[in-house]
C-alpha cells in the first residue's frame, strides 16, 4: 500500500454513459497525476496538478475527459459519453511537488479498471 | 522511433542470477524514474535519477545523461523479483513522464 487510495477500484459501463474516478494522494503530497494503461502497454500521461491547478493535458485527454482538484486534495476523473476505446486501467499517482525538487518520487495508486461494453 | 526503448522486452533467468535490463531514450530529460508492476496492476516506484547511480538492497539503478541511456541491475534474483519493470522519463521543461514498454521479467526457482 503505497497510500494512495482510488475509487472503485473497477467499473463496467455501457457505451454511452458517464463515469468518474476519484483519487485520494497522500496528503501531504502537492503534485498529482493522471494515467491511463491498455493492455501490454506502458502507462500514457494524461494530466497533472500543482496542488488545486492543472498545469499540463495530454492531446490524449479529449474534450469528454475532465480532472478536478478543487481543494488540493483529492481528484476526480470524468469521462463523459464512454466509448468502447476508454476501455483501459486509470493510475493516480502523486508526489511531494516542492519547488526545486528534481528527483520527485511518484507514488501509484491501485488503479481503476474501466471496461466499456 | 519511439522516445523511450527499453531491452529485453521479455527475460526469463534462475533464481540467483545478475539481472540488467536497459532503457534508452531520445529527448533531453530532467530525471528518470524505474517502477515496478506486478501482475494485478500495482506500480511501485523503485528509482528516480537525474544522474549517477543509486542502489537500493539488491537493487541497483544507473543513468548516463550524456549516452541518454539507464540501467536497472538486480543482483541475486529471487522468484518474486518477477514483474514488469518500466521506465520512465520527465522532459526537461513541465512534469509529463514518457513511460517505456516495459520489460517483463520472469525469475525461476
Known amino acids: 500500500d503505497t497510500g494512495v487510495s482510488q475509487d472503485p477500484r473497477h467499473k463496467i459501463t455501457k457505451r454511452g454513459q458517464n463515469v468518474t474516478f476519484r483519487c485520494d494522494p497522500i496528503?501531504?503530497?502537492?503534485?498529482l497525476y493522471w494515467y491511463r494503461q491498455t493492455l501490454g502497454q506502458g502507462p500514457e500521461f494524461l494530466t497533472y496538478?500543482?496542488?488545486?491547478?492543472?498545469?499540463?493535458k495530454s492531446r490524449l485527454l479529449s474534450d469528454r475527459f475532465s480532472a478536478e482538484r478543487p481543494k488540493g486534495s483529492f481528484s476526480t476523473l470524468e469521462i463523459q459519453r464512454t466509448e468502447q476505446g476508454d476501455s483501459a486501467m486509470y493510475l493516480c499517482?502523486?508526489?511531494?511537488?516542492?519547488?526545486?525538487?528534481?528527483?520527485?518520487?511518484?507514488?501509484f495508486g491501485p488503479g481503476t479498471r474501466l471496461t466499456v461494453l | 522511433k519511439n522516445e523511450v526503448e527499453q531491452s529485453p522486452q521479455n527475460l526469463t533467468a534462475q533464481e540467483g542470477e545478475f539481472i540488467t535490463i536497459n532503457c534508452s531514450y531520445s529527448?533531453?530529460?530532467?530525471?528518470l524514474h524505474w517502477l515496478q508492476q506486478h501482475p494485478g496492476g500495482g506500480i511501485v516506484s523503485l528509482f528516480m535519477?537525474?544522474?549517477g547511480k543509486k542502489k537500493h538492497g539488491r537493487l541497483i539503478a544507473t543513468i548516463n545523461i550524456q549516452e541518454k541511456h539507464s540501467s536497472l541491475h538486480i543482483t541475486a534474483s529471487h522468484p518474486r523479483d518477477s514483474a514488469v519493470y518500466i521506465c520512465?522519463?520527465?522532459?526537461?521543461?513541465?512534469?509529463?513522464?514518457?513511460f517505456g514498454p516495459g520489460t517483463r521479467l520472469s525469475v525461476l526457482p
Open positions: 499517482a502523486s508526489s511531494l511537488g516542492r519547488p526545486g525538487l528534481r528527483e520527485d518520487t511518484q507514488y
Open positions: 520512465a522519463v520527465k522532459g526537461k521543461y513541465g512534469q509529463n513522464f514518457v
Open positions: 496538478f500543482q496542488n488545486e491547478a492543472q498545469l499540463e
Open positions: 496528503s501531504e503530497h502537492n503534485r
Open positions: 535519477l537525474s544522474s
Open positions: 529527448v533531453g530529460i530532467s530525471a
